[in-house]
C-alpha cells in the first residue's frame, strides 16, 4: 500500500502555544486528505476533509479557527493546533486518498500531542 | 444514535477459539465497508474491505448485508497476535469519506 507519514511523531508542549503537524504523502499524489482525533478508549472522529488548494470542511463541532488546515500541494497537508490547551491532548491522524486509491484512504501513523 | 455501532467488548478468548464481531450502520447511502485493526497507540491498519458476496481471506471472513445494514467479521483458529482493536468503518461520497465504529477490543490467551 501507499505510504503516508507525519511529522512529528509525538509532541509536548505547554498550554497557549501552537504546534503544526505535517501530513506527507510519499509515493501518490492525494488529492483528498482527511484529519482525524481519538482520544482514549474512543474511536477516531474526523475533523477535517481538505481537498488540494481549497478551504477544508470542518465537521460540527470543530472550531476551524482553532484547527488551522492547510493543504497546499498533493503531497503535503498541515493542521496547526492554535492556541493548544490540555482539553486538545489527544493522537491526531492523517489519512490519503487519491484517485488512483480506488475506495482505499491511507493513514499516517500518527502524532500524539500532550499540553500540559 | 451512532452512525456505526459496535459491541465495545472486549472478547476474552483462549487461544484457538472462533469469535464473531457485529456491526450496524445508518447510514443507507454507504457505499463501502471495512474491517480495520488497530494496536495500542498505532494506527488504524486495513484488515480487509467487505463485500456483500461476503470474502475470506485466511483466518478471516467478512460479510456484508446491504438489506439489514449489518456487517460481520469472523477470526478463525485464534492467535495471541490477534489481540487487538477492530473498527467496522464505513465509507461514502467522493475521495471515500470513512466513518468508524466505536472498536470492538479482542483480548486472545494462551
Known amino acids: 500500500g501507499a505510504v503516508v507519514s507525519q511529522h512529528p511523531s509525538w509532541v509536548i508542549c505547554k498550554s497557549g502555544t501552537s504546534v503544526k503537524i505535517e501530513c506527507r504523502s510519499l509515493?501518490?499524489?492525494?488529492?483528498?486528505m482527511f484529519w482525524y482525533r481519538q482520544f482514549p478508549k474512543q474511536s477516531l472522529m474526523l475533523m477535517a476533509t481538505s481537498n488540494e488548494g481549497s478551504k477544508a470542511t470542518y465537521e460540527q463541532g470543530v472550531e476551524k479557527d482553532k484547527f488551522l488546515i492547510n493543504h497546499a500541494s498533493l503531497t503535503l497537508s498541515t493542521l496547526t493546533v492554535t492556541s493548544a490547551h490540555p482539553e486538545d491532548s489527544s493522537f491526531y491522524i492523517c489519512?490519503?486518498?487519491?484517485?488512483?486509491?480506488?475506495?482505499?484512504?491511507?493513514f499516517g501513523p500518527g502524532t500524539r500531542l500532550t499540553v500540559l | 444514535r451512532k452512525e456505526v455501532e459496535q459491541d465495545p467488548g472486549p472478547f476474552n478468548v483462549p487461544e484457538g477459539a472462533t469469535v464473531a464481531f457485529n456491526c450496524t450502520y445508518s447510514?443507507?447511502?454507504?457505499?463501502?465497508f471495512f474491517w480495520y485493526r488497530q494496536d495500542c497507540r498505532k494506527e488504524p491498519k486495513l484488515l480487509m474491505s467487505?463485500?456483500?458476496s461476503g470474502n475470506e481471506d485466511g483466518r478471516f471472513t467478512a460479510q456484508l448485508n446491504r438489506a439489514s445494514q449489518y456487517i460481520s467479521l469472523l477470526i478463525r483458529d485464534s492467535k495471541l497476535s490477534d489481540s487487538a482493536t477492530y473498527l467496522c468503518v464505513v465509507g461514502r461520497g467522493t475521495g471515500n469519506m470513512l466513518t468508524f465504529g466505536g472498536g470492538t477490543r479482542l483480548m486472545v490467551k494462551p
Open positions: 447510514n443507507s447511502a454507504s457505499q463501502s
Open positions: 467487505v463485500y456483500s
Open positions: 489519512s490519503a486518498w487519491g484517485s488512483s486509491s480506488y475506495n482505499e484512504q491511507f
Open positions: 509515493d501518490f499524489q492525494a488529492t483528498t
